[in-house]
């Protein structure tokens, strides 16, 4: 018989990062109480899953730990004021029980990208899942199964800069070219300062043989997406993740299609081929 | 008194010579019985017209569906509640007796402006309550109305029934108290007469010398027939808020289950939303898929606010409603 | 299908018939309520299954899809949460399903079996269920189930089915009912049939003659394969600005409908203990799609409407070789606005 795909696998908060100077966003790892739900738990970076607080309800969230992180996951989340699960999540404490359902989705397109160029470009806490992406492919054993790899990433000011130590060990890296951007000068700044699109067409990350992941708010998308096409990246090699309003997660409960798509089980990950043609019901 | 015209001739004039962008009114419905709103955009109307259609096509349109207007016994929706919808453009909307005291109601809270309306008053004796005529004739299938002084008659199964007007329109409409609008820039028919009716139903009377157990009984018949659809809900037009409490999820009002208890709250809630404001129009009722007799709780709530403060929804714009002011009058016997 | 056996049930004694099957299952089946209003409800008694109705305005999929549904429930401590599965479903019955309800089983079939994640629970319920469909010689005005290509006399994916015969002076009155048995599932309800007479020769040429004449009343069928290549052209087209303009976005087409399965997940909790519940949702409600940001990609009745139509004859279609629409006319006799959505189709269809 099938397992019911609505119970989540109980896990335990054991860190929480708070993640920008405003305090709306921070980052969870969960601990799984039994080990070999953690093995159940098989994901590929791009994924999700729904993120469970018994008496609030669920949320989807995207996974923004490495799989090879083999411990835990990590989660990274905004609190919205009229959020139900985002805010009881944020004022859990640690050792808080919970529970995850997943993982859910198609994921970053990880065969395609072996042996490629990868070119990362993200805008504010949208980095999450990139983020996965970026400490997947800088693991040991799988950098080398990839190209060169390009980071820009912005935000509107260094405080709500995500992950900034791991950003600011990244940039000292040799195997990986990284960017940093802030809307606006700011006191004790030292990186870029320009709106993503802009330093996007400045840094002029190359096209050849190239797959892109991008995630960002919807403005970021909508002027990086001409820059990148104007630098001749392909629609069939971007990609970005989508979001929608979730429920079941696993393409039952029929709220988060965009035309015949189902963004929990045909993405979150779409690429802008695929995307283009989508109605634009997002 | 309004000047009196022709339902047909006034909706060409106002849609061809531009006077209003949007005429509501109504169609017959695929349903025998029954008649469904019919929405025509004028020429020059501001909003959505077809881009893509030639406006000769769009002039046909048009004509086409003045000629489909009607309006009869079957007219049961309340189109007011469209108002909505077309918020700031010229509009001119069919509205019944009870109907124009919503168009009141909406005035006082300012939720449309006056200058924006033509309103098409249509007296009324009442609309048939189709389901109630299939329980009284057990037969559907019947596409055929006509009048006959007091008596409706029917096509049913082949042959003509004849039912009393009385036996066969809404509860509503037999208790209704203005058949005429009490607002209109034209009339589309003659006043009709308006009956005397008691202060109190008899059904009303009853229900508040019941006994508790008794009504709590009726109460949780009632609520367990509703699957919580909102049709109630999104039909009155006075339940127009951009978010209501039942879609609010912090915090959860209501729930959504089946348990009567979540149809209770619900319906409790949006009733104490109405002190004052429900007109008694019936759209609810006659739009609820399962048949939840809602009518009787409006009725209470409304003989309630008349008792303690002289006041009908929807009859005057001028009058403030009573949960809309203070007065030093007012019934405080619930503070203690 | 085989049909392994045929019983021959007078209608006087289906009561009996049914006490039989609800020895051992929860039977639903029509019935008509208080107001007259015939709706498909879990029997407390045999005599309440209605045999005169027409297709009943609330359909069966509550049986598989109820309108709430206890996913799993908790106990919660500070510190230690315990979760504990619903109870296996109890074997159950939908009994005097129409050809169309039958094939809104598939539709919820379809969806809920689908991978990657089938819904066990549905699947569970829907393993517990025989069903049991039912014959109709005639059709209501506002069912078209018939242009969908659905025959009213079709057994197909039933467990059993009842095949109203007339009979006796009375010949347009049905006066028995032949239950065909189809499957092992039927052949279980065995002690309920045992007692009534196999079909004889005469029922057998009855049963055949219904067949045929229901099959005879060919109508023009809709071509659903032109109404979704339409669709598929059509999203960004005006016409969705005026099909909507009735609509008062209520959920009564959907929660009615013997398709639509759309739900929400919800909370239902009791100071430390509670349940993750699912309950009917629908794509017309403006809470379906919004974000916690305040966002909503189907802001106003244009997009959900649309939504409504794209799901059930083109997307649903797209994904799973079915419509999603079975002709029950359902949503036409409850819809407050009274629209209709052969109308939407046909203006659909003549569309440019
Ligand atoms: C694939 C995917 C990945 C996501 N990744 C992240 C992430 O990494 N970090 C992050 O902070 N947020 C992420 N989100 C958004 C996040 O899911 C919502 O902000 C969150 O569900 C809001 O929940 P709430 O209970 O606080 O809000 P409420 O408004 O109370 O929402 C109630 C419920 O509706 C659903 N819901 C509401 N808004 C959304 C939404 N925008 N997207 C999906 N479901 C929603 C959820 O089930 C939620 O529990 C992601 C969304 C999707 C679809
Ligand atoms: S509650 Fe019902 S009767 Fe009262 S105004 Fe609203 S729709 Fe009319
Ligand atoms: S219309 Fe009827 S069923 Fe729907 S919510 Fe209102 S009372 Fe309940
Ligand atoms: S089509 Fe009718 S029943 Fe469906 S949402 Fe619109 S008004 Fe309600
Ligand atoms: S859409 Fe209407 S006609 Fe089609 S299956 Fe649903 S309720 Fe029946
Ligand atoms: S029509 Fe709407 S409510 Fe019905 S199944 Fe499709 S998306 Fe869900
Ligand atoms: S979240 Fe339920 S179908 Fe996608």
Redesign the interface.
């Known amino acids: 018989m099938e397992t019911n795909p609505y119970i989540p696998y109980p896990v335990t908060i054991d860190r929480v990062v708070v993640e920008n100077e405003a305090r709306d966003i921070k980052t969870f790892r969960l601990i799984f109480h039994n080990a070999q739900d953690r093995k159940g738990f098989d994901f590929k970076v791009g994924q999700f899953a729904e993120l469970s607080l018994l008496g609030f309800g669920e949320s989807p969230i995207g996974i923004a730990s490495s799989p090879l992180d083999r411990d835990y996951v990590e989660f990274t989340v905004k609190r919205y004021p009229?959020?139900?699960v985002t805010?009881e999540l944020h004022n859990a404490e640690l050792g808080r029980p919970m529970g995850i359902r997943g993982p859910m989705g198609n994921g970053y397109p990880i065969e395609k990208m072996k042996g490629k160029n990868i070119v990362i470009i993200s805008g504010g806490f949208a980095v999450t899942t990139l983020r996965a992406a970026i400490r997947y492919l800088l693991h040991p054993d799988i950098r080398s199964s990839v190209k060169d790899i390009t980071v820009i990433y912005g935000a509107r000011t260094p405080g709500e800069l995500c992950y900034k130590e791991e950003f600011t060990d990244w940039s000292k890296r040799k195997d990986v070219a990284v960017t940093l951007t802030v809307d606006n000068e700011a006191q004790g700044w030292r990186g870029r300062v320009g709106f993503v699109p802009t330093v996007v067409a400045d840094v002029k990350p190359s096209p050849r043989d190239a797959i892109c992941l991008i995630c960002g708010p919807p403005v970021m998308l909508k002027y990086t997406i001409p820059e990148l096409t104007k630098l001749g990246f392909k629609p069939e090699d971007t990609y970005l993740s989508f979001e929608m309003r979730m429920k079941c997660g696993i393409g039952k409960c029929g709220r988060c299609n965009i035309g015949p798509k189902y963004v929990c089980i045909d993405g979150p990950v779409f690429s802008l081929a695929e995307v283009a043609d989508m109605p634009a019901e997002y | 008194m309004p000047k009196q015209v022709d339902l047909k001739t006034i909706a060409r004039d106002l849609l061809t010579k531009g006077k209003v962008e949007v005429f509501i009114g109504y169609q017959a419905?695929?349903?025998?019985l029954?008649?469904?709103?019919l929405?025509i955009?004028g020429a020059k109307d501001s909003v959505?017209a077809?881009?893509?259609?030639a406006p000769d096509a769009e002039r046909d349109m048009m004509a086409r569906k003045v000629a489909a207007l009607i309006f009869d016994d079957r007219c049961e929706?309340n189109l007011v509640?469209?108002l909505h919808?077309f918020k700031d453009r010229k509009t001119a909307v069919v509205v019944k007796g009870c109907d124009s005291r919503s168009v009141v109601g909406l005035l006082q809270e300012k939720q449309v402006d006056r200058k924006n309306l033509v309103i098409i008053g249509a007296p009324c004796r009442g609309v048939v309550d189709r389901?109630h005529v299939?329980?009284l004739m057990g037969c559907d299938?019947s596409r055929e109305v006509d009048r006959e002084g007091e008596h409706f008659r029917f096509q049913c199964a082949g042959s003509w029934k004849r039912v009393k007007v009385a036996d066969a329109i809404y509860t509503a409409c037999r208790e209704c108290q203005v058949h005429n609008p009490v607002i209109a820039d034209y009339w589309i028919g003659a006043p009709v007469p308006q009956p005397d009716l008691p202060e109190l139903t008899a059904e009303m009377e009853a229900l508040r010398k019941a006994s508790p157990d008794h009504r709590w009984t009726r109460f949780h018949k009632e609520m367990s027939?509703c699957?919580?659809?909102?049709?109630c809900?999104?039909?009155c037009p006075a339940c127009y808020c951009k978010t209501c409490f039942a879609?609010a999820?912090?915090p959860?009002w209501v729930?959504?289950?089946?348990?009567p208890s979540d149809a209770m709250l619900f319906h409790l809630q949006r009733l104490m939303h109405l002190g004052g404001r429900c007109t008694g129009c019936g759209a609810c009722v006659?739009?609820?898929?399962?048949?939840v007799d809602l009518r009787l709780y409006n009725d209470h709530l409304r003989s309630h606010v008349k008792q303690e403060y002289g006041f009908m929804a929807g009859m005057d714009s001028a009058v403030h409603p009573p949960l809309a002011m203070y007065s030093m009058g007012d019934c405080n016997e619930f503070i203690r | 299908m085989m049909t392994r056996e045929i019983r021959i049930i007078p209608l006087s004694e289906m009561p009996a018939f049914v006490g039989a099957l609800m020895q051992g299952h929860k039977v639903l089946a029509p019935t008509r309520?208080d107001?007259?209003?015939c709706v498909f409800a879990w029997l407390a008694a045999p005599e309440q299954a209605d045999w005169t109705c027409g297709i009943p305005?609330?359909p069966p999929k509550q049986a598989f899809l109820?309108?709430?549904e206890i996913l799993f429930t908790y106990h919660r401590e500070k510190g230690r949460e315990t979760i504990t599965p619903p109870p296996a479903p109890e074997p159950q019955i939908a009994l005097g399903l129409h050809p169309c309800d039958v094939q809104a089983v598939k539709v919820l079939d379809a969806v809920f079996s689908a991978e990657p994640s089938p819904d066990q629970p549905y699947l569970a319920r829907r393993a517990a269920t025989t069903l049991i469909g039912r014959g109709f010689t005639e059709q209501d005005?506002?069912v078209f189930c018939r242009e969908l290509g659905i025959d009213p006399m079709d057994n197909r994916d039933c467990d059993a089915f009842l095949v109203p015969l007339a009979g006796g002076q009375a010949e347009h009155t049905t006066s028995r009912m032949a239950l065909e048995i189809l499957t092992d599932k039927g052949v279980a309800l065995r002690l309920a049939y045992d007692g009534f007479p196999k079909a004889g020769v005469e029922d057998l040429a009855a049963i055949a003659e219904a067949r045929k004449q229901s099959a005879a009343r060919g109508v023009p069928l809709l071509d659903m394969a032109v109404i979704q290549r339409r669709l598929e052209n059509i999203f960004n087209?005006?016409?969705w600005?005026?099909i909507h303009?009735?609509c008062?976005?209520?959920?009564?087409c959907a929660?009615?409908c013997p398709t639509c399965h759309c739900f929400?997940i919800?909370e239902?909790v009791m100071g430390q203990d509670g349940a993750r519940?699912r309950?009917?949702?629908t794509c017309q409600?403006?809470?379906f799609t919004r974000h916690a940001s305040g966002h909503n990609p189907r802001l106003s009745?244009k997009e959900r409407s649309r939504q409504r139509i794209m799901h059930k004859f083109s997307y649903g279609v797209g994904k799973f070789h079915i419509p999603f629409c079975v002709g029950c006319g359902r949503c036409?006799?409850?819809c407050?606005?009274?629209?209709?959505v052969?109308?939407i189709l046909k203006e659909i269809s003549d569309f440019k």
């Open positions: 009229a959020g139900v805010n | 419905a695929s349903l025998p029954a008649a469904a709103p929405i955009h959505d077809s881009q893509s259609m929706m509640n469209y919808k389901r299939a329980k299938a027939k699957i919580l659809c909102y049709a809900r999104n039909l879609d999820c912090k959860k729930g959504r289950t089946d348990d006659r739009g609820c898929p399962m048949n | 309520n107001d007259g209003l305005q609330v109820p309108r709430t005005p506002l087209s005006d016409l600005n005026r303009e009735p008062v976005g209520c959920g009564a929660f009615l929400d919800q239902e519940v309950v009917w949702d409600f403006d809470l009745q036409i006799a409850v407050p606005a009274h629209n209709d052969r109308q």
